[in-house]
């Protein structure tokens, strides 16, 4: 079984900064990918960012420029920068993690995020 934490979420006003990370542990024997989504009130979960265990990034074009997504591989550990946030970037957001080679997908409990105008 895999666990991952989240933590770095909470109040910023607009045009802020917040860092999110997450720690996964227990039972990781190869990672294909982690990543971060999030899901605002009443919309479906989005996918915000991800990094494989090749180091490759991938960004929504709503985060572009904004947001960036670093790994420390050696903890098991994804984190999420976000820079010059905006009110929409309110949400939760989770992490996720992919493994290999059965693509097992587990997810964490969430971190809300509220941007202030």
């Known amino acids: 079984q895999v666990q991952l934490v989240e933590s770095g979420g909470g109040l910023v006003q607009a045009g802020g900064s917040l860092r999110l990370s997450c720690a996964a542990s227990g039972s990781i024997f190869s990672i294909a990918s982690m990543g971060w989504y999030r899901q605002a009130p009443g919309m479906q979960r989005e996918l915000v960012a991800s990094i494989g265990n090749d180091g490759n990034t991938y960004y929504t074009d709503f985060v572009k420029g904004r947001f960036t997504i670093s790994r420390d591989s050696a903890k098991n550990t994804v984190y999420l920068q976000m820079n010059s946030l905006k009110v929409e970037d309110t949400a939760d957001y989770y992490c996720?993690?992919?493994?290999?080679?059965?693509?097992?997908?587990?997810w964490g409990q969430g971190t809300q995020v509220t941007v202030s105008s």
């Open positions: 996720n993690l992919v493994t290999r080679p059965y693509g097992l997908r587990y």
